[in-house]
């Protein structure tokens, strides 16, 4: 009797590991691959400027020049194309990143709704990228921004701008 109660759990076991098998294996073929940097076609003219010269100086090599990402988007059965400007791509320790320079009409502003509507779809566009270097001109300095996890502990939830 007791060798068949072992039958019985041994059998329980088989078939829970065969469905958390099936299902794992399930979720990590139908998981959507993230766009990497590695892929991303890069413009190898990189035209010298003091953003070139602040970013080597900081240890970072610059890899790629100035692109424009073409974006085409349907609404109501028309068809609107716009493109973003990524500056420079950068790399240091073998992690990549985006470079946007900064503008004198457009400042940096440091709040999070900022940083959103300025910088999400970059990070988004591209998210094997480790982050986004802001190359501030005026101050000669340089902003990493990075898109982090999101911590429920973090948010206090009373700033829904």
């Known amino acids: ?14 078939v829970c590991l ?3 098998l099936f299902f794992g294996l399930r979720n990590w073929v139908n998981r959507p691959i993230p766009v990497s940097l590695s892929g991303m076609q890069l413009n190898s003219e990189i035209q010298d400027s003091p953003a070139v010269d602040l970013l ?27 493109r973003l400007f990524i500056d420079y791509v950068a790399e240091r320790n073998d992690e990549r990143y985006l470079v946007k320079t900064s503008r004198r009409r457009q400042p940096l502003e ?6 959103r509507d300025r910088f999400l779809y970059y990070l988004l566009l591209y998210p ?3 982050g986004l270097l ?6 000669s300095d340089i902003k990493i921004i990075k898109l982090m996890d ?5 948010y206090d939830g009373d700033d829904l701008d």
């Open 1 to 14: 009797m007791d060798g068949q109660y072992d039958t019985i759990v041994i059998g329980v076991l088989a």
């Open 18 to 20: 065969i469905l958390w």
């Open 56 to 82: 080597e100086a900081e240890g970072y090599e610059v890899i790629g020049g100035k692109m424009k990402v073409p974006l085409a988007f349907e609404a109501d059965e028309s068809v609107y194309y716009s």
């Open 110 to 115: 440091l709040t999070g709704p900022a940083l």
């Open 128 to 130: 094997g990228c480790e």
């Open 134 to 139: 802001y190359v501030d001109m005026e101050e």
């Open 150 to 154: 999101y911590q429920e502990d973090v």
